[in-house]
C-alpha cells in the first residue's frame, strides 16, 4: 500500500526566510503533485513532477523530485505572508489515477 | 474553458439519511475522481469514473456510490450516513485515465455535516 509522508507537519516562519518542505512515498510512482490550499478552501495546483530529477520553479517556490529516493521537497524562498496555506504532496499510483496524499503542511509565515 | 463546479456548497444531513452531491467536470476532462477529505487531514480517495464506469476505488463501504454520466458530470452519492462521514468532499476531473500529465483540477467542494 502507497504511503505518503509529509514533514514537518506544522511550520511557522518569519518572513523573508527560506524553508523546506519534505514528502516521502513507500512505492514506485510516475507522478508527483504538489497543492495548496486556504483554509475552507479547495486545492490549487501547484506543480506536477514526472520524472527523475524533475525541478520547477513558480515564483518563491520550487518543487523537486528524486524517484530513486522517492523524495520530494517544496523549497520556499524568501517567504511573504500570502504563502501561508497548508500544502500537500499526492503520489499517482503507478498505472492508475488514484492519487495519495500526505498529511499537509500546514505553513504559517509571521511578518 | 470552465473549470469543476460542485455542488452543493454545504450541506447539513441527519444520521441515518442519503444524500446526493454533484460535479460537473472541466470542458474536455472525460475522468472524474471524487476524494473525502475530514478536517484537518488530507483527501482520501473515493473511487474514480472513466466513460461513465467505475475505475478504481478506495477504502471506502459500498454505501458509498457513484455515477458518471454522458456529459462528463457525476454524482456520488451516500446511504445511511454515519457522523463520521462529515467532510469536505472534492470532485477531480481529468483529461484521461493514466496520463494526469496536466494533474487534475479541484472543484471548490460540498461541506457536508451529518448531525
Not at chain 1, 55 to 65: D, P
Not at chain 1, 75 to 84: K, M, Q, Y
Not at chain 2, 71 to 92: G, I, K
Request: proline share 4%; with cysteine.
Amino acid at each position: 500500500e502507497l504511503k505518503v509522508e509529509q514533514n514537518p507537519l506544522f511550520l511557522s516562519m518569519q518572513e523573508g526566510k527560506n524553508y523546506t518542505i519534505y514528502c516521502n512515498y513507500s512505492t514506485t510512482s510516475d507522478r508527483l503533485y504538489w497543492y495548496r490550499q486556504d483554509p475552507g478552501k479547495s486545492l490549487e495546483s501547484l506543480f506536477v513532477l514526472l520524472s527523475n530529477g524533475a525541478v520547477k520553479q513558480e515564483g518563491r517556490l520550487m518543487a523537486s523530485l528524486d524517484t530513486k529516493a522517492r523524495l520530494s521537497t517544496l523549497h520556499i524562498t524568501a517567504a511573504v505572508h500570502d504563502l501561508s496555506a497548508t500544502y500537500f504532496c499526492a503520489v499517482a499510483h503507478f498505472g492508475n489515477e488514484k492519487l495519495t496524499f500526505g498529511t499537509g503542511t500546514r505553513l504559517t509565515i509571521i511578518p | 474553458e470552465t473549470g469543476v463546479t460542485q455542488s452543493p456548497t454545504h450541506l447539513i444531513k441527519t444520521r441515518g439519511q442519503q444524500v446526493t452531491l454533484r460535479c460537473s467536470s472541466q470542458s474536455g476532462h472525460n475522468t472524474v475522481s471524487w476524494y473525502q477529505q475530514a478536517l484537518g487531514q488530507g483527501p482520501q480517495f473515493i473511487f474514480q469514473y472513466y466513460r461513465e464506469e467505475e475505475n478504481g476505488r478506495g477504502n471506502f463501504p459500498p454505501r458509498f456510490s457513484g455515477l458518471q454520466f454522458p456529459n462528463y458530470s457525476s454524482e456520488l452519492n451516500v446511504n445511511a450516513l454515519e457522523l463520521d462521514d462529515s467532510a469536505l468532499y472534492l470532485c477531480a476531473s481529468s483529461r484521461l485515465p493514466g496520463t494526469g500529465t496536466g494533474g487534475y483540477t479541484f472543484g471548490s467542494g460540498t461541506r457536508l455535516t451529518v448531525v
